[in-house]
């Protein structure tokens, strides 16, 4: 559980108790007044003031007592809403001061109308100090697959939706000052989706995945985090978030990280655009650095002989989302329409990840092909063809 969460549930319980004891305390202070006037009264006057001190008394006891049990009681109150109300939700994000979660297969939060109000909400928070912390389903994960199947009638490109959420979130990332990006996380996990979590401070909205139905246009709950709905969702956040395995932050997922190894042992190591095919196959984008990099390597130093360099490779870590792995050595292999999938087919998947990245026309994009080098000899059916 978050520890500011945690610091501020105690601190909000402990100002419930003192404010239980204060209330009951002044009760008392009014009691004994009564009693003692009592004792210096005679008659009418005497038996009216013992017995209203006796009955404060009670009050007092009864208001120390109960008000911590009813206070917990309105705690763990269930409000239900017919849909995710979104417009409410941008409304409290703006006015969060600690902690924003949000686990959903992709959000309509980022969608067209309601983008810049949403980014704009995000940005106050983060201002106020919030921590702003997105997880959103890995799109080129089977469980994305699973879940356009489920909502295969609907015709949503599940994929499509969540890469547009990531693009945004990306881009809006880049545009806040630089004390602010730290406190926005965003990470995509490749696990099933269970639950969607909407939460601002002490309170959520959650919901579960429905068959053929998109999370946000079924009933919601609003629970508070205190309550043991809350404890179960923010336990099924923080287990994703942890699973380190099954994760890629936003810069992994936007950029791999690759190293060239030239033939005199020095190396260059870049981050470049890349995609992936049915999650096996890998292409990256050989433009800017890397092309120049990879024509530097073919050109060979003074006292260098032709059979020094080896074939073009690099290597980094596939999956990106593996923490702790070694690299994989890769041979390159440009990409060409005669292959399958082609040259056009790989040129869409950039396209749609990126947008319109990059600048120059993709008919003319320089594109190449990770393949796992095998110890000893090249890749079989594989001609690797050094760059130009």
Known sequence: MDSRYVRRRVARRARRHLRALAG??????????????????????SDL??????????????????????????TARVEEHERFDLESFI?????????????????????DRHRARTLDAMRAA?????????????????????????????????????????????DF???????????????????????????????????????GKVSFDVPQLEVDMASPWGRF??????????????LRPLDAYWRLPVTLTHWDGTEDTFTVPYVSWD???????????LANSLADYSLLGPGAAAGDAEP???????????????????????????????HTEVVGLFARKYGGYPQAAWHEAYLLQLLPRQVGRPPEGQAVEPAV
């Open 24 to 45: 009951g305390g002044v009760l008392l202070a009014v009691s004994v007044v009564m009693i003692v006037g009592a004792r210096l009264t005679r008659g009418f006057t």
């Open 126 to 170: 983060l201002a106020q100090g919030a921590q702003v912390r997105v997880l959103l389903l890995d799109p080129d994960s089977a469980a994305a697959q699973q879940r356009a199947e489920e909502l295969q009638r609907r015709h949503i490109n599940v994929a499509g939706q969540i890469m547009d959420n990531l693009r945004h979130l990306h």
């Open 279 to 289: 999650n096996t196959h890998v292409y990256i984008d050989g433009t800017g650095r």
């Open 173 to 211: 990332r880049e545009l806040l000052p630089t004390d602010l990006r730290g406190g926005l996380q965003v990470n995509v996990y490749d696990a099933s989706p269970s639950i969607q979590l909407y939460q601002w401070d002490g309170r959520a909205l959650i919901s579960f995945f429905p068959i």
């Open 312 to 342: 073009f490779a690099v290597s980094t870590i596939w999956p990106p989302r593996r923490t702790g792995a070694a690299p994989q050595v890769f041979d390159l292999n440009r990409l060409a329409d005669q292959q399958n999938p082609s």
């Open 91 to 111: 409304t409290v994000v703006r006015d969060t001061a600690w902690s924003v979660r949000i686990l959903d297969t992709w959000t309509i939060l980022l969608e």
């Open 233 to 246: 969702v923010d336990g099924r956040f923080e287990e994703l978030w942890d699973q380190q395995e099954h």
């Open 49 to 74: 003031l013992l017995n209203l001190g006796a009955s404060v008394v009670l009050a007092a006891l009864s208001y120390m007592i109960f008000d911590p049990i009813f206070e917990e009681a309105r």
